[in-house]
């Protein structure tokens, strides 16, 4: 192992208090997941903010989601959300419709061009995480899954209410 390898493997051995420790590698580990997926989403031609949006639309199915819902889901201001969907449907991969529930909010949804784009990358993207995760067992994906969940509604249940 290289000695920056090393480093970023040590970065927070000095912090006695575990759950400030915990902050640590949570950022570290963001940091470091980031790095890996920035060289994926490069090959595919898309930024991280539009895949993530493309697949949480995908997801949504035929009735999409408002730009509401898919802002709160990727944790960005209305902004940027209407920026981000300004660009998608730019490209011909979301399309904005009317939400036939609230006159007054719209909805994104995907387009044929989208699925294209997913149903090619799809597979991919499963395969390659696949790979970075393979040096754990699938219990310890399993166990590592569940703690994080349990962490995020811990979060939202006490800091975002």
């Not at 036939?100 to 909805?107: A, H, N, Q």
Request: hydrophobic content about 35%.
């Amino acid at each position: 192992m290289s000695r920056n390898m090393g480093d970023l493997l040590n970065t927070y051995d000095w912090i006695e208090d575990v759950s400030t420790k915990i902050m640590g590698n949570f950022i570290k580990t963001t940091l470091l997941v980031d790095k890996i997926f920035d060289k994926y989403y490069k090959e595919i031609g898309l930024s991280k903010p539009q895949f993530q949006s493309l697949y949480l639309v995908y997801l949504a199915g035929d009735e999409g989601m408002t730009l509401s819902e898919l802002g709160s889901k990727m944790c960005v201001t209305k902004a940027n959300i209407t920026t981000l969907v300004d660009r998608m449907e730019s490209y011909g991969f979301m399309q904005r419709v009317s939400n036939p529930k609230d006159r007054r909010s719209i909805k994104t949804i995907i387009t044929k061009d989208g699925k294209k784009i997913l149903d090619k990358v799809l597979p991919e993207y499963k395969e390659f995480s696949g790979e970075i995760m393979g040096f754990l067992s699938d219990e310890e994906k399993q166990i590592a899954n569940d703690l994080l969940e349990k962490i995020q509604k811990g979060l939202i249940e006490t800091h975002l209410k």
